[in-house]
């Protein structure tokens, strides 16, 4: 009873993060398509050590939208993921001027951020610690009822086409 208590907290907790992470997305206006924002999960995982791990999952690039991009190397522009650039561009949507095409629009956004980056707009420490500050009362009054080796907030990612 008392591990089904922590298993709840935590995903309430874990819940509190993710609408947190995606006000956040919206707020920072860095969810074109949605696809990000609407991937976030929250999950309580128990290990067969009993090990209680709250895991946040998400796309890969969400880390890279959290933080940004310095800019580039010396090197070339690296055009091997101007076709994300062009779905972007459809998801936006971004007005082309008259005569530039989708594919010239995205070797040039391409390379404006190889050599200059872009911005950050964080959106998961923040969401965390602010859940966090908000939230910690409710969850020490779960963990109080419950001895656990460790519990542990995990922010997997993983890869979707």
Not at 9 to 17: E, P, T, V, W, Y
Not at 27 to 47: F, H, K, M, P, Q
């Amino acid at each position: 009873m008392a591990d089904r208590i922590l298993t709840q907290a935590l995903q309430k907790f874990g819940d509190s993060i993710v609408r947190q992470m995606q006000n956040l997305l919206a707020r920072n206006r860095a969810n074109a398509s949605g696809y990000l924002s609407n991937s976030i999960e929250a999950d309580v995982i128990t290990s067969k050590d009993n090990v209680t791990l709250l895991d946040i999952s998400m796309p890969s690039y969400g880390e890279i939208v959290d933080a940004g991009r310095g800019r580039s190397t010396k090197g070339g522009p690296k055009q091997n993921w101007r076709g994300d650039i062009k779905q972007w561009i459809l998801e936006k949507p971004i007005k082309l001027k008259p005569g530039v095409t989708l594919e010239q629009a995205a070797f040039l956004i391409t390379r404006k951020i190889n050599k200059k980056g872009y911005q950050a707009k964080p959106f998961i420490q923040p969401s965390i610690d602010y859940v966090l500050n908000k939230d910690t009362e409710k969850i020490n009054d779960a963990a109080f009822q419950v001895t656990v080796n460790n519990v542990d907030i995990q922010l997997k990612k993983f890869y979707k086409k």
